[in-house]
């Protein structure tokens, strides 16, 4: 159990909806990473939050946005869904000046658009 | 940009040592994690290298060349368990802890 906790655990919508997905990053990690994976495909990075505060942007697109609240827990919202924002969406929480970097990933959220 | 280039996959049998390359083009980096997943599991932190050589955890051990672009995870002694697909992923320039992955690969171990 890495301590970061995602719901929901599977999801199952059709397209043009709009969905929410829910991070806890670890007690004392501020920091929170939100990741997408397609089948058999690697991790991408989506979109960094630090202490409430976006840090990093990666090839998020526009129909998705996400923000961090102040007791740092973090959502990722998806708009306008379509069949190929099926994935597996993952959130991670790091600790801040950790030497090696290391990612605590949530069991993910497991997303069907049909 | 950066990318990390991995095969996609990999089969050994119980008992035997296998090596997972990662060969990378990238414009600086802090250092080269590797990370496992399970069957679209959590990915979970297997090694990090931030200088070149070979770091050894148990009976997994990374290594790093920044002159070759190109790292490895050797596992030894290999387990049924072990069966999983394995993630290399760089750390930006400035050492912050967002990871860009490797293309992943799916490592089969068989009796």
């Known amino acids: 159990d890495s301590g970061v906790t995602q719901t929901p655990k599977h999801l199952i919508t059709a397209t043009g909806q709009r969905v929410t997905l829910r991070c806890s990053p670890r007690?004392?990690?501020?920091?929170v990473y939100w990741y997408q994976q397609s089948l058999d495909q690697g991790l991408q990075f989506l979109i960094q939050?630090?202490?409430?505060?976006?840090?990093a942007k990666g090839n998020i697109l526009e129909r998705f946005s996400a923000q961090q609240f102040p007791d740092l827990h973090s959502e990722l919202n998806l708009s306008s869904l379509e069949l190929g924002d099926s994935a597996l969406y993952f959130c991670?929480?790091?600790?801040?000046?950790?030497?090696?970097?290391?990612?605590?990933f949530g069991e993910g959220s497991r997303l069907t658009v049909l | 940009g950066q990318s990390l280039e991995q095969p996609s996959e990999v089969t050994a049998v119980e008992g035997a040592i296998v090596q997972i390359n990662c060969t990378y083009q990238?414009?600086?980096?802090?250092?080269l994690s590797w990370y496992q997943q399970h069957d679209g599991g959590a990915p979970t932190f297997l090694s990090y290298?931030?200088?070149?050589g070979l770091e050894e955890t148990g009976r997994f051990s990374s290594f790093l060349s920044r002159s070759d672009s190109y790292g490895y995870l050797l596992l030894q002694e290999l387990q049924m368990k072990d069966s999983a697909s394995y993630f290399c992923?760089?750390?930006?320039?400035?050492?912050?802890?967002?990871?860009?992955f490797g293309t992943g690969t799916q490592l089969k171990v068989e009796l």
């Open positions: 290298n931030a200088l070149d």
């Open positions: 990238t414009s600086g980096f802090y250092g």
């Open positions: 991670a929480s790091s600790a801040s000046g950790s030497s090696t970097g290391e990612l605590f």
């Open positions: 007690s004392g990690d501020l920091s």
């Open positions: 992923a760089v750390r930006p320039p400035g050492g912050g802890n967002k990871l860009t």
């Open positions: 939050y630090y202490n409430g505060e976006e840090r």
